[in-house]
């Protein structure tokens, strides 16, 4: 495993467990960190992932792109 990936799989885990700890109500953040934290979780196991699958981690390097525009779009036009 390669430094980049422990380091991938780190923040990964990181965020994870924050969204977890939000998930069962130990403390509350907003819905754009929540969405920043998600996004940061997909796009570290992307990159986790990159090196053996390519074309599953840019799928999740697409998506983690795609929520964030998403959220701001939607902040933006509410």
Not at 15 to 33: D, E
Request: charged residues 10%; contains cysteine; proline residues 0%.
């Amino acid at each position: 495993m390669k430094r980049y990936e422990q380091f991938a799989f780190v923040i990964s885990a990181i965020c994870a467990f924050i969204l977890l700890l939000n998930l069962v109500g130990v403390f509350n953040i907003n819905s754009l960190f929540n969405t920043l934290l998600t996004a940061a979780t997909i796009a570290s196991i992307a990159t986790f992932n990159v090196r053996n699958y390519r074309s599953i981690g840019i799928i999740l390097y697409a998506i983690a792109v795609f929520m964030v525009v998403i959220y701001f779009a939607n902040d933006l036009l509410a």
